[in-house]
């Protein structure tokens, strides 16, 4: 899976095949692949099943960071080696050995991590990111590879599908966009006759390739992403998200005794928990399954006889709080026009600071000459605070964190927004946004935030499910 052997416009337009019933995608994430028994697991899990899978992996837990570290530190050749050898080591371990033929998936580990030192060795790459990407991708690759062999030991006929065939992106390295419709076009012609054929294809999550086939990744939690990717074109009955946790919960069952797992949402409900600190379906994978009309499930890998939480594109139901969510290492910027500048063209200034700059916003709000907006901590704000001081007064307060309550029906049932503002209480709030009628969020100090969630949960979900 070093890259792509097909050019793109070497492939039809069309497939002279339609998706087969029972058309399911499963993507697994690092922690269901840590180790031999959860890879024996999610074999299992697919060849007990039913219907036509299509499997997405991620890296093992911990593999991508580990190699990020290679691609950042510059280290040396000893170092290289001794990481390579543990990365190796721990794959041709996790492998059923016994079962399929070792000394292939020996020589395909070597391969691949061959590829690594190549790239490590590179000095004509455009950016770094660049550099990190055709690294980091590596975990990906061996994840497919021990899954791969793991499905064959168990009787089902998997076959590598090398995602670079299939999510064509821009140059963003790091964060590529994928090119949806040329990625359609790529995922039916690659997977599709695959499956009409009966074999299951075993693709990278995360990953994927520009048009001149230079590996890209996308982004953090990317291969949810590319689950919906590669779902949408097939016309999947689903996608189903294995993780570590039974579903989406009404807040993080870590910090609140009360949460609970969510049956059944909607998708608005669902984008608005990936937003805003939920964790467990990547915001692009719900968005792209709202474009797309995709159902969505969540489930437990360690846990399959429970039903998770489904994400379902025609939920509907009357006003109710679902769910509290939480984002800490947030920052507030407020940003007031000086009392001689011209308001009318004030925000359309400050905005084109921010595009400029590609600082990306969560929420805002705005008054005549003044507005407040919040970013993650980690953004770097110099050049932006530099330029909007040149008209504006600018105050930054950090260690702040982001509680969003979501449900829906919550500006059309009266007296919805006064029960969290209740449940809020006297917590000091330096900004409140409420865009729809799906969420309403509060900015408090990140020290606030841990109580003020499990008030808002006990008040808006256990209390009103007793009723």
Known sequence: MSGSSVRSDALPDTVPHDAPPGLVVHKFGGTSLENAERIKNVSGLIALGSGHPVVVVSAMAGVTAQLAGLARNDPGEEEVEEALSEIGERHLTAAPLDAVDGASLATRVDEILAGVRVSLARTDFENPMAREDAIIAAGEDLSAELVTRALLADGVDATP???????????????????????????????????????????????????????????????????????????????????????????????????????????????????????????????????????????????????????????????????????????????????????????????????????????????????????????????????????????????????????HGLLNEPGMEALAFWAVGKTPVHLISQASDVSLSFVVSEEDAPETVRRLHFSLIELRSDT
């Open 161 to 407: 599908l090398d995602a670079r065939r299939l999510i064509r992106t821009d140059e963003r390295f790091g964060s590529a966009v994928p090119d949806l419709e040329e990625t359609d076009r790529l995922v039916r012609a690659e997977a599709l006759p695959m499956i009409v054929e009966g074999r299951v294809p075993v693709i990278q999550g995360f990953i994927g390739s520009t048009t001149d086939e230079r590996t890209t990744t996308l982004g953090r939690g990317g291969s949810d992403f590319t689950a919906t990717l590669v779902a949408a074109p097939l016309s999947a009955d689903e996608v189903v998200i294995w993780t570590d946790v039974s579903g989406i919960h009404t807040a993080d069952p870590r910090e609140v005794e009360g949460a609970r797992a969510i049956r059944e949402m909607g998708f608005e409900e669902a984008v608005e928990l990936a937003y805003f600190g939920a964790g467990v379906v990547h915001v692009s994978a719900a968005k792209h399954a709202v474009s797309t009309n995709l159902p969505l499930r969540i489930r437990n890998s360690g846990a399959q006889e429970e039903v998770g939480t489904l994400v379902n594109p025609n939920q509907r139901g009357g006003a109710e709080f679902a769910a509290v969510a939480f984002k800490p290492a947030v920052v507030l910027v407020r940003v007031r026009a000086f009392p001689s500048a011209m308001a009318h063209g004030f925000l359309a200034r400050v905005f084109a600071v921010l595009g400029a700059h590609q600082v990306p916003v969560d929420l805002v709000a705005t008054s005549h000459s003044s507005t407040a907006f919040t970013i993650d901590r980690e953004e770097d704000l110099t050049a932006v605070r530099d330029e909007l001081s040149r008209f504006s007064e600018v105050e930054i307060i950090p260690d702040l964190a982001t509680i969003t309550v979501v449900g």
